[in-house]
């Protein structure tokens, strides 16, 4: 079993339109992550979820909207894509608390091309 | 704010050389450090992490990384590479504060040739 799970893993869209990514994992971790990767293999923390609270928010446009509907699933949903939108996303989870906190298990990630 | 910093930006090794890449990081409070490996096509990996005790830490696939508190620093190091090792590898760091996430280096990509 993938223990955090991302879909779609690739993701070819026009700019202007709306596409949605989501990640679930079946750790029985408390927090979620999203991260982008640019062409550069850059990795920038987007948002955070603990326990399907927002408790990070990065400076991220607002086009960007995380939705937790349960602790084990944080999907992210882009507005209006744009050229600059292309990148991989992973996504990430972790315990907050015990020995395994802070370390992230990152999904296959989804890479997403606006044309 | 936290930052991490990764001085080599690209790494070119011959197989059985030894590897060492430099990690620092910026934050004046207790921290966590990490190695992630993401090999290509790949999603990311730990390789190992340091949270408190001793501050050589071994991890997987024969890496090693050194937490040098008064240098704020944390070097990855390998004595032998093998081809296989090729890949990304990022430094992060977290601090102990609530509300903070892990922050990566810029990664430093090894290319180890056979």
């Known amino acids: 079993d993938t223990a955090v799970s991302q879909t779609p893993k690739y993701l070819v869209t026009q700019m202007g339109n709306d596409k949605s990514i989501k990640c679930e994992q079946n750790?029985?971790?408390?927090?979620m992550y999203w991260y982008k990767q640019d062409s550069k293999k850059f990795l920038k923390i987007m948002f955070s979820y603990n326990n399907k609270e927002l408790i990070i928010n990065e400076t991220v446009p607002n086009r960007f909207s995380p939705k937790s509907p349960d602790k084990a699933h944080l999907n992210l949903h882009i507005n209006s894509l744009e050229l600059g939108d292309s990148a991989v996303y992973f996504c990430?989870?972790?315990?907050?608390?015990?020995?395994?906190?802070?370390?992230?298990?990152f999904g296959a990630g989804s890479r997403l091309t606006v044309l | 704010a936290q930052s991490v910093s990764q001085h080599n930006h690209h790494v070119i090794l011959s197989e059985a050389a030894s590897l060492e890449l430099g990690c620092n990081y910026s934050?004046?409070?207790?921290?966590?450090l990490f190695w992630y490996v993401q090999y290509p096509g790949q999603h990311l990996q730990l390789l190992l992490k340091y949270f408190s005790g001793d501050p050589l830490v071994k991890g997987i696939k024969g890496f090693e990384a050194e937490f040098i508190k008064s240098k704020f620093s944390f070097n990855l190091r390998k004595p032998s590479v093998q081809w296989s090792d090729t890949a990304e590898y990022f430094c992060?760091?977290?601090?102990?504060?609530?509300?903070?996430?892990?922050?990566f280096g810029k990664g430093t990509t090894l290319s180890v040739s056979s």
């Open positions: 990430a989870s972790s315990h907050t608390g015990g020995s395994g906190a802070n370390v992230l298990t």
């Open positions: 750790l029985g971790h408390d927090t």
């Open positions: 934050y004046g409070g207790t921290v966590n």
């Open positions: 992060a760091v977290i601090s102990n504060q609530a509300g903070t996430a892990l922050i």
